[in-house]
């Protein structure tokens, strides 16, 4: 899980600062003028003042309601008013950010990092950004920074991890699971647990991914729809958790991919392998020819369902199955000679030396073993 890599998707969580508690600097600003400054001067600036302040603020109300072209200009106006606002710099930061302009969004985090470089969240939101853009190294700093100056964030323990998670060594993997965890105890989160699961399985821990998977489907269960990752990532983490051989956990995993989406071809694949893993050949069955049914036609499919039909005894249907498969993906040479080994125990050897010809033929420089794995 990474700006660039997970078993997931990367996730970068920007903490806004809060309107009362965050960095003005404008104090600095004030003591550069001389006690001789006249009573005019300082009522002047004690004006702008006040209007930077009402801008400011109504320009973070209108983003709080999600009117972001008024909330734009709002503070576009603040910073008119006061260049160094760290608060408008952030909002205005934000606001780039998720309008995929994430130059503008890094020129104005930045500035907010250089003009209150001892804020927690100013830091993080800098190498948030900077770790979008790629800039690992630069955002690794950031973040480490931020979290010297305040180790109890759940956000910047995220960024962090994930960049320690795309290393990919067994010390990678070590800090990784370390600074998620400080995170969870933090700030419970479903994703959480999820890239707790994704370490334990590269770590072949196969203890630890099982304990930490119930409490991602815990949580994943009674999380908000918009928090929940989507079918593609909960089918690739049932896939790892059926390398794993922790079948239980997979068939679940799997079942809620395919909830979110009956389409979902590997979903469907992996779920028909897990019930092949436990010689529950019905429940494979049922599970390939309903997606079949659905209009989901794959030559994954249909090569397991060939499977399924030569272990269920009824090999006239796992021929033309298997024919399906490499029409749906003519150019695998691991259909072919599956094809041909099973014509070969449909007691037709002359068939199946014709078609294990062809595949010799057609792919001379590859080797491919047969099986349904």
Not at 30 to 41: A, E, F, H, K, L
Not at 42 to 61: F, H, P, T, W, Y
Not at 233 to 255: D, F, T
């Amino acid at each position: 899980m990474n700006a660039a890599c997970s078993p997931r998707r990367v996730f970068v969580l920007f903490v806004l600062f809060a309107l009362a508690g965050a960095m003005r600097e404008r104090g600095a600003t004030c003591q550069t003028q001389t006690p001789r400054t006249s009573s005019r001067v300082a009522a002047r600036s004690s004006q702008r003042a006040a209007v930077n302040d009402k801008l400011l603020a109504e320009g973070i109300a209108a983003f709080e309601r999600g009117d972001t072209s008024v909330a734009r200009d709002l503070l576009e106006r603040a910073l008119a008013s006061d260049s160094q606002s760290v608060e408008a710099h952030t909002y205005l930061g934000v606001l780039a950010d998720q309008a995929g302009e994430l130059g503008n969004a890094e020129r104005h985090f930045a500035i907010a990092a250089l003009r209150a470089p001892k804020s927690p969240s100013a830091r993080n939101n800098y190498g948030a950004i900077l770790l979008r853009l790629k800039r690992t190294r630069e955002a690794t700093a950031e973040f480490e920074a931020s979290l010297s100056l305040d180790p109890n964030q759940a956000n910047a323990l995220v960024n962090l991890a994930q960049i320690r998670f795309a290393g990919n060594t067994s010390e990678d993997m070590r800090v990784a699971a370390e600074l998620f965890r400080r995170a969870d105890a933090l700030a419970p989160d479903a994703e959480i647990s999820r890239a707790l699961t994704g370490i334990a399985l590269r770590r072949n821990d196969r203890t630890q991914a099982a304990e930490h998977y119930q409490n991602y489907a815990t949580r994943a269960a009674t999380a908000n729809s918009g928090s929940v990752t989507d079918s593609a990532a909960r089918a690739e983490l049932g896939g790892a958790l059926l390398e794993a051989k922790l079948l239980a956990e997979a068939e679940a995993e799997l079942k809620a991919a395919l909830a979110l989406d009956a389409t979902n071809t590997a979903a469907v694949a992996r779920l028909a392998r897990v019930y092949l893993m436990r010689k529950d050949i019905p429940a494979a069955g049922r599970t390939l020819e309903a997606a079949v049914a659905r209009q989901v036609e794959a030559a994954p499919i249909y090569s397991l369902l060939a499977v399924v039909y030569e272990k269920s005894g009824h090999i006239e249907n796992a021929i033309p199955a298997m024919r399906l498969a490499i029409q749906a993906d003519p150019q695998s040479d691991k259909y072919r000679f599956q094809y041909g080994l099973l014509l070969a125990n449909a007691d037709a050897p002359a068939a199946a030396v014709i078609r294990l010809n062809e595949a010799l033929q057609t792919f001379p420089k590859r080797v491919c073993g047969w099986g349904w794995e």
